[in-house]
């Protein structure tokens, strides 16, 4: 893959369109669209019989393509090519580790999906609406675990220290996973009512944090950069994924018409699950006890009547919680980025970088 080329303010969307081809190129090396021998072999060691070739073609291979073909922005491999490039790594090196966060993420929307009995993902029918439950399962278990191959396949260009510690990082990334999606699957049950700001973000850090965390974290040190910038490049990222993550919920609710089939879900659809979002934290401390009750009604019923989606959302913006749900994420990333600034020696890379953050909040689909 070519370095990063320039990036002029206002298009990051072309970029990201631009590299997304080259992903999928690498993408392709470690689970290809039609299932061989040559990778059955790379990819599960010599079988002592002999392989169930349709088998890991049509429970793994087409299962996964079906939904990589769908889209998805790929922002977090290009997060951790722009910061190798922004301190100074190689990027022909390391390229092949953008199919550790990319696959893990796949993985973990298409195992939620299950967990919400989604209907919609990417305009399209969930995995699990099409090939069922059980094969979506298996097929989000193994895209946790397949990017592993990356780090055993290319260990040799490493010196044995710099491997440990990838295995660290992407180990302690998937646990803290689990506890931001156990977080939020229990939230949504109706479980707990007065959830805190502060724990919500946390649950971001985790659920949808975590993996941009790990991207950047993994540039820095298959770059052999210093611990410290590991960690900067780590919060920054870790403030990226919980601003992406504020701003997709605020999309849920705010988009329509063309701009709603962009994103591919249906509208209102964090209402019907019962997500305790940021803006619904926010509703809950100002609202009136009316206001309050009713929108715990609402979410608490998981409901599939629109003109209540339509209800609880006009309860959110009354109190103005769209508008402080975006200063939130954009406060956070800025205090990140301020942090950041600080460490990285200024670079056209640098600027790339820091227009890139700005778009994953500003983002309108």
Request: with cysteine.
């Amino acid at each position: 893959m070519e370095p990063p080329i320039e990036i002029k303010k206002g298009e990051i969307v072309e970029y990201l369109e631009k590299l997304k081809p080259e992903i999928d190129k690498i993408i392709e090396k470690y689970i290809p669209k039609k299932v061989t021998k040559k990778w059955l072999n790379f990819t599960f060691g010599k079988p002592r019989y002999i392989f169930p070739k349709k088998s890991a073609q049509k429970a793994l291979v087409e299962p996964i393509w079906n939904f990589l073909n769908r889209g998805g922005k790929r922002w977090r491999p290009v997060l951790f090519l722009l910061i190798t490039e922004a301190i100074g790594g190689d990027v022909r090196k390391v390229e092949d580790f953008i199919v550790i966060p990319e696959l893990i993420h796949n993985g973990t929307i298409i195992i939620d999906d299950c967990e919400d009995q989604g209907e919609l993902r990417r305009g399209k029918p969930c995995l699990h609406r099409i090939f069922g439950e059980d094969i979506a399962i298996n097929v989000g278990n193994f895209l946790y675990f397949l990017p592993l191959t990356a780090l055993i396949k290319n260990k040799n260009k490493f010196k044995p220290e710099t491997v440990i510690k990838a295995y660290g990082t992407y180990i302690q990334e998937m646990i803290n996973l689990s506890l931001g999606q156990g977080t939020d699957i229990y939230w949504h049950k109706g479980k707990t009512e007065n959830i805190t700001e502060k724990e919500y973000l946390q649950m971001c850090a985790f659920k949808t944090g975590c993996l941009s965390r790990m991207a950047a974290k993994l540039a820095v040190i298959l770059s052999e950069g210093s611990q410290e910038m590991a960690e900067v490049a780590g919060r920054v990222a870790e403030a990226m994924g919980v601003g992406f993550q504020i701003q997709d919920d605020i999309l849920d609710i705010t988009l329509t018409g063309e701009e709603r089939e962009k994103f591919g879900k249906y509208f209102g659809n964090d209402i019907k699950e019962g997500k305790r979002t940021l803006m619904v934290i926010h509703t809950l401390k100002k609202a009136t006890e009316k206001d309050k009750k009713r929108l715990i009604e609402i979410l608490n019923k998981h409901t599939n009547d629109m003109g209540e989606r339509k209800e609880a959302i006009e309860i959110i913006k009354k109190y103005g919680s769209v508008e402080y749900a975006q200063g939130v994420a954009k406060k956070i990333m800025r205090e990140a980025w301020e942090e950041a600034d600080k460490v990285l020696r200024p670079s056209p890379a640098k600027e790339r970088l820091k227009e890139f953050v700005n778009y994953l909040i500003e983002r309108q689909v």
